[in-house]
């Protein structure tokens, strides 16, 4: 069983940069697609980046693309979220998950069957 564990989140000022990491532990997730998600105080967790199993295909949500990028280190096991530019309303918790490649629906949280224990990105203004 694959376990996900994110790491860099932190507090940081309205125009910062933060990179996520989210290392894959058990197993290879190399042929796995994965996602970012990210969740807020009183609100449903919410789509934010989501790359194919190769790397190659990427899709964001409105709201941070031009600013958020998401790549994978396959070799390392790794998924990253570049996120530059923050703004106030990017403050959440942050997941990755993990989905069955065959699965189109990557903006659909229930198609993600392991999340991490989420990682904490405030942004002040």
């Known amino acids: 069983q694959v376990q996900l564990v994110e790491s860099g989140g932190g507090l940081v000022q309205t125009g910062d940069s933060l990179k996520l990491s989210c290392v894959a532990h058990?197993?290879?997730?190399?042929?796995?697609?994965m996602a970012w998600f990210r969740q807020a105080p009183g609100k449903e967790r919410e789509f934010v980046a989501a790359?194919?199993?190769?790397?190659?295909?990427?899709y964001y949500a409105d709201s941070v693309k031009g600013r958020f990028t998401i790549s994978r280190d396959n070799a390392k096991n790794t998924l990253y979220l570049q996120m530059n530019n923050l703004k106030p309303q990017d403050t959440a918790v942050y997941y990755c998950?993990?989905?069955?490649?065959?699965?189109?629906?990557?903006?659909?949280?229930?198609?993600?069957?392991?999340w991490g224990q989420g990682t904490q990105v405030t942004v002040s203004s």
């Open positions: 998950g993990r989905r069955d490649s065959g699965s189109m629906y990557y903006a659909r949280a229930a198609e993600y069957d392991v």
């Open positions: 058990g197993r290879t997730v190399n042929r796995d697609a």
């Open positions: 790359i194919s199993w190769i790397g190659g295909v990427t």
